[in-house]
């Protein structure tokens, strides 16, 4: 296939400005636009076999995990994923039949853009739609075995839903985005089945999940295997034991969630392309996810302290937290506008001294705003400290007291969005005095 030729030479900073000022809303629900630009550029099958995976947490470590498995196999695999952490790059990704992975170029990036930009005529598209379409055309274009592509809002209604699916995974179902698809798990249980497609397999990673999912799954005919009844998994000492049906395979523990670990073994079990038990436990071993629960070891003026980074930004993600590092007691968040910061702290009780930061951007907010929150919802802020940035409360805690004392318990979690997670990582890249001695 070869690369469209279009003499436009905007920089990709360029084209991402372009995408934020096309459409007037950020989202805009409804497969229409997108699905039409899609057809015009044969882009609803962009790789031989494609999988989706959707859910409330979990979407980024199953499809890095997925990838692993996929190149065990001798299976080359491209991967569409968002937020990005640093850079738009990281959105769309590529790992080879021998395991090397990589992000796509600028350029890339660019001829991508341009292809949609000339494919979607005069119909609008939104800056998710036109990064998802542009992912996808980039995907077709390597010529990659799978497609594995990460839904971003919801399920039914996203922009990545219009491919021909082979395979979909919901990893967990929670209570987010509540504006866009509901305030019971009921209601976006359904919108998270409508991923599945007739007659082909749907994994469910949520054990116990509501009866919206089990009712539309059955009602669009999808072929349903679920956590717990379908497959499950078990944490032994220093290990794991996946089962399903009369197959029994110890892990080692792994660096990601081990319901997502299931959830992918299942998933490529029912298209019969899992590797052998060797090859799931290298998959397991490599997978490591950035800006989930990456823990950095560091000193600090002849001191200890480690960091534990994570995009957790909602309940369910700030539970699976908590059960990881009960000892903790100390968290710096950093949250936007519109998640809850009431549901996250409540999920994380072990947590006595909160350090607040401030998050910049149209969907940022202060810590002075995200203390009044928290006022309102009349959760105790005594121990509580703002600060203006991620940075200026990582420095606080480093200079503080009970450092100084030695008095910190566990890790220091550093949660709430893909935009605490960056800021966190370029700060303790360039403090002054702190040295990072272990991963």
């Known amino acids: ?31 229409g636009r997108v699905t039409q630009v899609a057809k015009n550029l044969g882009l609803f099958k962009p790789a031989p076999i494609t999988i989706v ?7 980024g470590t199953t499809t890095a995990f997925l990838s692993q498995l996929l190149a065990q196999k ?18 769309v990704n590529q790992r080879d039949r021998q395991g090397n992975a990589r992000l796509t170029s600028d350029q890339e990036l660019c001829a991508a853009f ?3 930009e000339a494919g979607r005529g005069d119909i609008p598209l939104t800056y998710f739609e036109f990064g998802t379409l542009a992912a996808l055309w980039q995907i077709k274009h390597w010529q990659v075995d799978v497609a594995l592509l990460e839904v971003g809002l919801g399920g039914r209604l996203d922009a990545v839903n219009i491919v021909d699916t082979d395979l979909a995974i919901v990893t ?6 509540q504006d866009w698809l509901g305030d019971t798990l009921d209601l976006i249980g359904y919108e998270k089945a409508g991923i599945g497609r007739k007659h082909k397999p749907l994994i469910c990673g949520q054990p116990k999940v509501a009866d919206g999912f089990i009712d539309h799954a059955n009602t669009i005919q999808a072929h349903a295997l679920y956590q717990d009844i379908d497959f499950s998994i078990t944490c032994i000492d220093h290990g794991l034991v996946f089962k399903q049906h009369d197959k029994e395979i110890k892990l080692p523990r792994g660096h990601i969630p081990h319901h997502n670990i299931a959830s992918a073994i299942a998933g490529l079990d029912a298209l019969d392309l899992l590797p052998d038990t060797r090859g799931i436990e290298l998959a397991v071993a490599a997978t490591k996810v950035p800006g989930r629960l990456a823990s950095y070891q560091y000193q600090y003026l002849g001191h200890d302290i480690t960091f534990t980074l994570d995009v957790a930004h909602n309940p369910q993600a700030a539970e699976y937290l908590a059960s990881q590092a009960s000892n903790s007691d100390t968290a710096i968040l950093a949250m936007l506008a519109d998640k809850d910061p009431v549901a996250v702290i409540q999920a994380l009780p072990q947590i006595k001294y909160w350090h607040i930061a401030g998050l910049s951007g149209y969907r940022g907010q202060s810590a002075e705003q995200l203390i009044k929150k928290l006022d309102q919802a009349h959760i105790s802020t005594s121990n509580m400290e703002c600060h203006l940035t991620v ?16 008095s910190i318990h566990g890790p220091v979690f550093v949660i709430g969005s893909f935009l605490t997670v960056s800021a966190a990582e370029d700060a303790l890249k360039s403090m002054e005095g702190l040295t990072i001695h272990g991963t």
């Open 1 to 31: 296939m070869s690369v469209i030729n279009n003499q436009d030479a905007r920089s990709k900073d360029e084209w991402l400005s372009y995408l934020e000022s096309t459409h007037p809303s950020d989202i805009e629900m409804g497969l």
């Open 53 to 59: 995976v959707g859910g409330t947490n979990g979407k």
């Open 74 to 91: 001798g299976l080359s695999s491209a991967g569409y994923n968002s937020p990005h952490i640093h850079q738009y790059n990281e959105r």
């Open 114 to 116: 341009s292809a949609i």
């Open 172 to 177: 967990s179902v929670g209570l987010d985005h």
């Open 391 to 406: 940075a200026d409360a990582l420095q606080s805690l480093l200079q503080s007291e009970r450092f100084n004392r030695h």
